[in-house]
């Protein structure tokens, strides 16, 4: 295969490339990209991706609204993040170019497919003159290719429709930017296999553009270079696989339910950016997964609540929207205190708000959108691969407790793609789900459902189908003890306080906090979510500085870490950026009366490196 | 562990501890008795039954149900018993609601119920009033009804439940009158036997905020005329003399008089509640009083497939066909190794 022939082009190697690929929506746009990203992967880099695509599915073609873009960070050490802007830029139309410059870097490689720059597509893209003829691209190393000629001249005499060829020109992009970084082009050799089994011209036809890339990049006078990413050296030992974090999510959502001897029940209503959590469960059933789509987001959860009555993990998935539906059943799961899972995939909001974007605004609204007192525990995943440890640890917890337990993720970890170091699944933890099933447990005592556990004031997990464990629960207040209907002022206090009690008694269940840095010194970066990978970038370049800058991330949110007081006080400036108006910040300094300092970027993107290390260099002392 | 096989069951074994707190006189007294002693006679133990009500007077039933029990949020009881049936297909899950908890606020979970056909026993109490909240009109009240809300009267049209269950392809579609013990045993053990959604419809008086709404049906002064017991396979015939009957002209139904005109017995629809055809059970639910006497007992009753069957069934293919096996799900389809 000539994606692994040696070239006869001088090398240069890097540590690491920012490469994005940007086209109309309906040009593979993301396939390219990720199997971009796994072959690098593959070939030992660390690597780290960022989807950034439109909420139209197929918006009219070469318009701005239809662009998606694909950025992809691979590196020769540990990476945290898809990189702030592009070494590399692929556009197939003007729209891409219009909407993606400003993330290429000056002098930065810029591959346009000129074909596409034609009067209407220029027209549409807002430009009155063609950027690749009117100097304006003077900054950019240009590389113009005529990506659909070329596409047609490969894919003569094999009948197809201009249509047809038209859809295979991303494997012509693909190609040559795999023999300009020197990528092994078997895993796509693969893939096309796979996609066009049944369709034997189309597999050849694709196969065919994807080599005559590789060989344009090799044969013409065009590039003089290739770049050489070697294998990272730095990364912990163990076997890996890339992994997105809804796919993540419901991994960890999995193994929990086997680590407890349950079944698993997801109910959800389709929403981006969490649906890929429903594509995946509903592959799952052999691993007793059952997956309802349900009418609506109250009927997702609702269902979720009568699953976990009749003790299965109960799990419901959605973004913000579909949290403000389910919120009354929140506080209806919270009054019966049974476990279930509640996987927020943030996006931009309000309202419909940036569908497609990302967003950590959802933080207030999970921990106090409810009617009445109603406390739940709160964890947020830092970035796909996490996000399967915290799937897992929200399960546990909400077995444990007998809790719903919100998980927080967002729009950049849901569909971003990292490399995950797969854990063995004997070196996870059992759950035990410690279900009260036979009466004779009971040594002839009355059942009493809201009969506390001393140390983590659980009630019981009651079997149904027990002979005489039946019982009665709701959403109306209970006595303490027997669950019966309650108005009793003083009871309704002290169930108040006693459910309060359980969702702070599991503080004891959370890790000392790590601190990347000292653990003291002029300012700590407190993160929480996605913005953890830029933060402890920055974070780590400063240090290299000799700056006394450290970092922490928070999992847990709900409640805080019992060490986290302490270690604030240890640094002159705690500083929180977050992708949202100050959010866990309000939290911080409503828990702990400290002045906590803020930096706030809410445009739908991930925060960068840059912009973070510029935060953190303005509350330093001078 | 069953007891039933041994030991008949009760009435009394249905019934908890806690007193009824339903206003005295009201209707849904006579409900309870009726469904506790229905169960007494299925026979099914309390431990193997699961009661899911919403919110409103109705509602509180699981409370006085000495079954698993569950007493939701207005209008959801649909959706938490799907997600238990789904759950455990073991258990006969029963849901308590009215017309404000599933026509109004539950709307749209008693519809999906009903398409999906989620093996569920419907106790639907119709009171054409909003009880609990003290005396709103409700999406069943007729037109121009004065209540609090609508002191010069409602503008609000009303559904018919039965038509609205037809056009949501209810599989069963049963109705009785609260105080009118025998058929609403017959219909509830009828419910009871179905597999899928069994919708029963109670006609509840409610004494306090809607006395008598329905007096034109349940006083036995006027039952026999201005009521017809459908009975599979037979013609329909009513009226206290058991002189009149209903004829189908096409589609349109007509009352006509035994030996009048002409009329035979031949001439009367016979009812099919195993029509696959939901045509002429939708002809049944628009039968209305005053025009026509009013259709009790069992409406429709198709056999279709049942969704919580057809999800475990699915579960227990995929599980026959492929072994689960969590380390290789994990890793996927490729990985590579960091030595």
């Known amino acids: 295969m000539t994606a692994s022939a040696t070239s006869a082009k001088p090398r240069e190697v890097r540590d690491s490339v920012v490469i994005r690929f940007a086209g109309d929506s309906g040009d593979g746009i993301q396939l390219t990209g990720s199997q971009f990203s796994a072959a690098s992967a593959l070939a030992g880099n660390d690597t780290a991706t960022f989807p950034d695509y439109p909420a139209e599915i197929r918006a009219p073609t070469g318009t701005l609204a239809g662009v998606s873009g694909f950025q992809l960070h691979f590196a020769s050490r540990d990476i945290l993040t898809p990189g702030d802007r592009a070494d590399v830029l692929v556009v197939m139309n003007p729209a891409a170019l219009?909407?993606?410059?400003?993330?290429?870097?000056?002098?930065?490689?810029?591959?346009?497919?000129?074909?596409?720059?034609?009067?209407?597509?220029?027209?549409?893209?807002?430009?009155?003159?063609?950027?690749?003829?009117?100097?304006?691209?003077?900054?950019?190393?240009?590389?113009?290719?005529?990506?659909?000629?070329?596409?047609?001249?490969?894919?003569?005499?094999?009948?197809?429709?201009?249509?047809?060829?038209?859809?295979?020109?991303?494997?012509?992009?693909?190609?040559?930017?795999?023999?300009?970084?020197?990528?092994?082009?078997?895993?796509?050799?693969?893939?096309?296999?796979?996609?066009?089994?049944?369709?034997?011209?189309?597999?050849?036809?694709?196969?065919?553009?994807?080599?005559?890339?590789?060989?344009?990049?090799?044969?013409?006078?065009?590039?003089?270079?290739?770049?050489?990413?070697?294998?990272?050296?730095?990364?912990?030992?163990?076997?890996?696989?890339?992994?997105?974090?809804?796919?993540?999510?419901?991994?960890?959502?999995?193994?929990?339910?086997?680590?407890?001897?349950?079944?698993?029940?997801?109910?959800?209503?389709?929403?981006?950016?969490?649906?890929?959590?429903?594509?995946?469960?509903?592959?799952?059933?052999?691993?007793?997964?059952?997956?309802?789509?349900?009418?609506?987001?109250?009927?997702?959860?609702?269902?979720?609540?009568?699953?976990?009555?009749?003790?299965?993990?109960?799990?419901?998935?959605?973004?913000?929207?579909?949290?403000?539906?389910?919120?009354?059943?929140?506080?209806?799961?919270?009054?019966?205190?049974?476990?279930?899972?509640?996987?927020?995939?943030?996006?931009?909001?309000?309202?419909?708000?940036?569908?497609?974007?990302?967003?950590?605004?959802?933080?207030?609204?999970?921990?106090?959108?409810?009617?009445?007192?109603?406390?739940?525990?709160?964890?947020?995943?830092?970035?796909?691969?996490?996000?399967?440890?915290?799937?897992?640890?929200?399960?546990?917890?909400?077995?444990?407790?007998?809790?719903?337990?919100?998980?927080?993720?967002?729009?950049?970890?849901?569909?971003?793609?990292?490399?995950?170091?797969?854990?063995?699944?004997?070196?996870?933890?059992?759950?035990?789900?410690?279900?009260?099933?036979?009466?004779?447990?009971?040594?002839?005592?009355?059942?009493?459902?809201?009969?506390?556990?001393?140390?983590?004031?659980?009630?019981?997990?009651?079997?149904?189908?027990?002979?005489?464990?039946?019982?009665?629960?709701?959403?109306?207040?209970?006595?303490?003890?027997?669950?019966?209907?309650?108005?009793?002022?003083?009871?309704?206090?002290?169930?108040?306080?006693?459910?309060?009690?359980?969702?702070?008694?599991?503080?004891?269940?959370?890790?000392?906090?790590?601190?990347?840095?000292?653990?003291?010194?002029?300012?700590?970066?407190?993160?929480?979510?996605?913005?953890?990978?830029?933060?402890?970038?920055?974070?780590?370049?400063?240090?290299?500085?000799?700056?006394?800058?450290?970092?922490?991330?928070?999992?847990?949110?709900?409640?805080?870490?019992?060490?986290?007081?302490?270690?604030?006080?240890?640094?002159?400036?705690?500083?929180?950026?977050?992708?949202?108006?100050?959010?866990?910040?309000?939290?911080?300094?409503?828990?702990?009366?400290?002045?906590?300092?803020?930096?706030?970027?809410?445009?739908?993107?991930?925060?960068?490196?840059?912009?973070?290390?510029?935060?953190?260099?303005?509350?330093?002392?001078? | 562990m069953t007891l039933a096989t041994d030991i008949a069951l009760k009435p009394k074994d249905f019934a908890t501890d806690q007193d009824p707190r339903w206003c005295p006189g009201c209707g849904d007294y006579a409900i309870l008795a009726a469904v506790q002693r229905a169960l007494a006679k299925q026979g099914v133990p309390p431990h193997e039954i699961a009661t899911i009500a919403g919110i409103g007077c109705s509602s509180r039933f699981p409370y006085y149900m000495a079954t698993y029990g569950f007493h939701t949020i207005h209008g959801r009881a649909p959706a938490v018993a799907t997600g238990l049936k789904v759950a455990r297909p073991d258990l006969q899950v029963w849901v308590a609601t009215g017309d404000g908890d599933s026509l109004s606020i539950g709307g749209n979970h008693f519809i999906h119920m009903l398409r999906r056909n989620v093996d569920l026993k419907v106790l639907l109490f119709n009171n054409r009033i909003y009880g609990l909240t003290k005396g709103q009109y409700s999406p069943t009240s007729e037109l121009g009804k004065k209540t609090k809300s609508s002191p010069q009267g409602s503008v609000d049209n009303p559904f018919l439940p039965m038509s609205l269950a037809v056009g949501a392809e209810g599989s069963f579609l049963g109705r009785s009158i609260d105080v009118d013990a025998k058929t609403l045993a017959d219909v509830l053990a009828a419910a009871a036997a179905h597999k899928g959604t069994a919708l029963v419809e109670i006609l509840q008086n409610c004494n306090i905020f809607n006395d008598g709404a329905w007096d034109h049906l349940s006083s036995k002064e006027f039952r026999a005329d201005q009521t017809i017991l459908l009975e599979h396979g037979k013609p329909m015939i009513f009226g206290a003399n058991r002189d009149k009957g209903i004829r189908l002209r096409g589609l349109r139904p007509e009352v006509v008089t035994i030996g009048e005109g002409g009329v035979t017995l031949d001439d009367l629809w016979i009812h099919d509640a195993h029509d696959e055809d939901p045509t002429r059970a939708f002809l049944l639910s628009r039968m209305e009083y005053p025009q026509f006497p009013v259709p009790v007992g069992v409406l429709r009753s198709v056999q279709r497939p049942v969704y919580d069957a057809l999800v475990n069934a699915q579960v227990a293919e995929q599980r026959a066909a492929k072994k689960a096996n969590l380390q290789g799900l994990l890793n996927g389809r490729s990985t590579w190794l960091v030595a």
Not at chain 1, 259 to 275: D, N, Q, R, V, W
Not at chain 1, 368 to 381: M, T, W
Not at chain 1, 562 to 579: G, M, N, S, T, W
Request: charged share 20%; net charge negative; glycine share 8%.
């Open chain 1, 98 to 622: 219009a909407a993606n410059r400003k993330w290429l870097k000056p002098n930065g490689i810029l591959i346009a497919n000129a074909d596409a720059f034609q009067a209407k597509n220029l027209r549409m893209a807002g430009y009155a003159e063609n950027p690749l003829e009117d100097g304006s691209l003077a900054d950019y190393q240009l590389f113009q290719i005529d990506l659909s000629r070329l596409t047609n001249d490969a894919l003569q005499g094999y009948g197809l429709s201009a249509k047809e060829v038209e859809r295979c020109k991303n494997y012509f992009a693909l190609g040559l930017v795999f023999w300009l970084f020197e990528r092994n082009g078997d895993l796509v050799e693969d893939e096309i296999r796979r996609k066009f089994a049944t369709k034997p011209l189309l597999l050849e036809a694709n196969l065919k553009v994807f080599h005559a890339g590789w060989d344009y990049g090799e044969n013409t006078e065009l590039f003089a270079l290739r770049y050489g990413v070697p294998a990272a050296q730095d990364i912990a030992p163990g076997t890996y696989r890339s992994i997105a974090g809804n796919e993540a999510v419901a991994l960890g959502l999995v193994a929990a339910a086997h680590k407890a001897g349950l079944e698993l029940f997801y109910g959800s209503y389709p929403i981006t950016p969490a649906s890929d959590i429903l594509h995946t469960f509903a592959g799952l059933k052999e691993y007793g997964v059952r997956t309802f789509q349900a009418e609506d987001e109250i009927a997702a959860i609702c269902a979720a609540i009568g699953a976990a009555y009749g003790n299965q993990l109960a799990v419901t998935g959605t973004s913000g929207p579909g949290i403000a539906l389910k919120s009354e059943a929140m506080g209806l799961a919270v009054m019966t205190e049974l476990p279930l899972v509640i996987v927020n995939v943030q996006r931009g909001g309000p309202s419909t708000g940036l569908p497609t974007k990302t967003e950590q605004a959802d933080l207030l609204q999970v921990l106090y959108g409810r009617n009445g007192e109603s406390p739940l525990p709160v964890l947020a995943a830092r970035s796909a691969g996490d996000a399967f440890d915290t799937a897992f640890e929200a399960a546990r917890i909400a077995i444990k407790y007998r809790v719903p337990v919100v998980l927080l993720t967002d729009g950049a970890i849901a569909n971003g793609a990292e490399p995950w170091k797969i854990p063995d699944v004997d070196s996870l933890p059992t759950i035990d789900p410690n279900l009260l099933d036979d009466a004779a447990k009971l040594d002839g005592q009355p059942l009493l459902p809201y009969l506390r556990e001393p140390e983590t004031l659980a009630r019981p997990w009651i079997k149904l189908g027990t002979p005489g464990l039946e019982h009665r629960i709701g959403g109306i207040e209970k006595w303490e003890k027997t669950g019966h209907i309650s108005y009793d002022p003083q009871n309704h206090h002290n169930m108040v306080k006693a459910r309060q009690a359980k969702v702070d008694a599991i503080a004891a269940e959370i890790s000392p906090t790590e601190l990347a840095g000292a653990a003291q010194g002029d300012v700590l970066v407190l993160t929480w979510g996605s913005p953890y990978g830029a933060a402890l970038t920055a974070v780590r370049e400063l240090q290299a500085q000799g700056r006394a800058v450290s970092h922490a991330n928070l999992r847990w949110l709900n409640p805080l870490p019992p060490d986290l007081r302490a270690i604030l006080q240890k640094f002159r400036v705690v500083l929180v950026p977050e992708i949202n108006n100050g959010q866990l910040v309000k939290v911080l300094r409503a828990a702990y009366a400290l002045d906590i300092q803020q930096y706030n970027r809410i445009s739908g993107q991930p925060l960068t490196v840059a912009e973070l290390r510029d935060a953190i260099v303005a509350v330093l002392p001078h």
